[in-house]
């Protein structure tokens, strides 16, 4: 699986845009960009995502690069409830194996009044 | 119900005792995982189950033994345990094992002593 490269903290203001970038300039075709998060003392959830359309949910929007080599988590309007770490990974959807999710180290948002 | 309940939130063990963590899911998945979370380290996969049976094993040492006595419920038999194992267990399910989009539950801090 292409590895990832993301920033390691981040800081948002309470009601702006937060926007999560990650690097994965090794991707193939047929890999995804998935997009979880993590908040303190939870297990991680699960937030979106792509294969090359950007995508939106009632969460957040995904915008990946014509090339495919970054994307972007965009969170619209952020809430101090979204202080977590983000995880950006890429993963190959394989129907033949069980999944292997491996976390990189993420990018820790801090959202501040 | 969209959850997965682990089962206890705090245990603290000795070296010699024998405990067991339990996470159950109703959601119908086929697939369930056990991860181990160190502090500030991210999420590792220890094992995975698809459709009951054992498919992925992270060289996890032997002191870690899995169960799936049925789809709903998947057990972590804990043995002999040494202080470097105290981490948060975490346990996720998915609709198929195919499939990355991951439910965790809240997990189970564990302290060995």
């Known amino acids: 699986d292409a590895k990832t490269t993301q920033p390691p903290s981040m800081d948002c203001a309470e009601g702006r845009a937060a926007n999560l970038p990650c690097n994965h300039s090794t991707i193939s075709g047929n890999e995804y960009v998935y997009w979880y998060r993590q908040i303190h003392s939870q297990g991680p959830q699960y937030i979106i995502h792509?294969?090359?359309n950007n995508e939106t949910n009632e969460m957040a929007s995904l915008i990946i690069t014509e090339d495919r080599k970054s994307s972007t988590l965009i969170l619209p309007h952020a809430t101090l409830r979204d202080t977590a770490v983000y995880y950006c990974i890429v993963r190959s959807l394989d129907t033949g194996t069980a999944s292997k999710l491996t976390f990189g180290t993420g990018t820790r948002l801090q959202v501040t009044l | 119900d969209t959850e997965v309940t682990q089962t206890p939130k705090h245990l603290v063990m000795g070296m010699t005792n024998k405990k067991s963590l339990k996470c159950e899911q109703h959601m119908g998945h086929r697939a369930m995982y056990w991860y181990k979370q160190k502090a500030k380290k991210p999420p590792e996969l220890m094992f995975v189950?698809?459709?009951?049976?054992?498919?992925i094993n992270e060289s996890v040492p032997s002191r870690f033994s899995p169960e799936c006595p049925n789809s709903s419920l998947l057990n972590l038999h804990l043995h002999a345990l040494q202080p470097e194992d105290s981490a948060l267990y975490l346990c996720?399910?998915?609709?198929?094992?195919?499939?990355?989009?991951?439910?965790f539950g809240s997990g189970t801090q564990l302290s060995v002593l």
């Open positions: 189950y698809s459709y009951e049976k054992l498919s």
């Open positions: 792509g294969l090359k």
């Open positions: 996720a399910s998915s609709r198929r094992p195919s499939d990355e989009k991951l439910f």
